[in-house]
Every structure is written in C-alpha cells, then in structure tokens.
C-alpha cells in the first residue's frame, strides 16, 4: 500500500507564510513527478506546483513567485513553501505523487487526504 501523509497547514494573516509537507511511504518501485492541488469551496481542484524526480518544476500562474515547491527523493517528500499568502490561498491542499508501486506496477496518481490552508485578511 502506498500513503501520502501531508502536515504543514494552518490558519495564517495575508501576507505570512507556511511550509507544507507530504511524505510518500509504503512499498513504492519509483516516484515520477510529486504536487500539490488545491480546492476552495465551490471551485475545481487545481494544480499549484509540481515537481519531476529530476527537479524541473512549474507552477500555477496565480503563485509563481510566492510559492516554492522542493523535493527530497531520498525521503519521497516532497515540499511547498508559500509565502506572501493572500485571502484567495485559503483551499485544501492536497499532494499528488505520480509513481510505480512494487503491488502495482504501473504509472498511476496518489492522492494524499488534504490539509486545509486558511488566510485572514
């Protein structure tokens, strides 16, 4: 089985910031690409960054130059550090692993169960 356990979320003032976590565990072959989503009320689910095994990134318009998205593959965690953080962050977070399970080997997304992000104006 395979679990993506993320920490890191919280309530925070505009203009703050938070580091988020997501560590990948059980019987993984191999991890593509990690991210992190998000959905606020009422709104689709949307990507906020991503990050291959190699390092290359990207990011949703809306955070790019706020928000930072690392990787440690020795660890499978990946992480998201968000500062600048504005009423319009405030979303459940959710990471995302492309990977190679040993039970099943083929290429397929993991979802972690979320962690709610709330900005204060």
């Known amino acids: 089985q395979v679990q993506l356990v993320e920490s890191g979320g919280g309530l925070v003032e505009a203009g703050g910031s938070l580091r988020l976590s997501c560590a990948a565990s059980?019987?993984?072959?191999?991890?593509?690409?990690m991210g992190w989503y998000r959905q606020a009320p009422g709104k689709q689910r949307e990507l906020v960054a991503r990050i291959t095994s190699g390092g290359s990134t990207n990011y949703a318009d809306s955070v790019k130059g706020r928000f930072t998205i690392s990787r440690d593959n020795a660890k499978n965690t990946v992480y998201l550090q968000m500062n600048s953080l504005k009423p319009e962050d405030t979303a459940v977070y959710y990471c995302?692993?492309?990977?190679?399970?040993?039970?099943?080997?083929?290429?397929?997304?993991?979802w972690g169960q979320g962690t709610q992000v709330t900005v204060s104006s």
């Open positions: 995302n692993a492309y990977l190679i399970a040993v039970l099943r080997p083929t290429l397929r997304d993991y």
């Open positions: 059980g019987s993984i072959f191999s991890i593509n690409t």
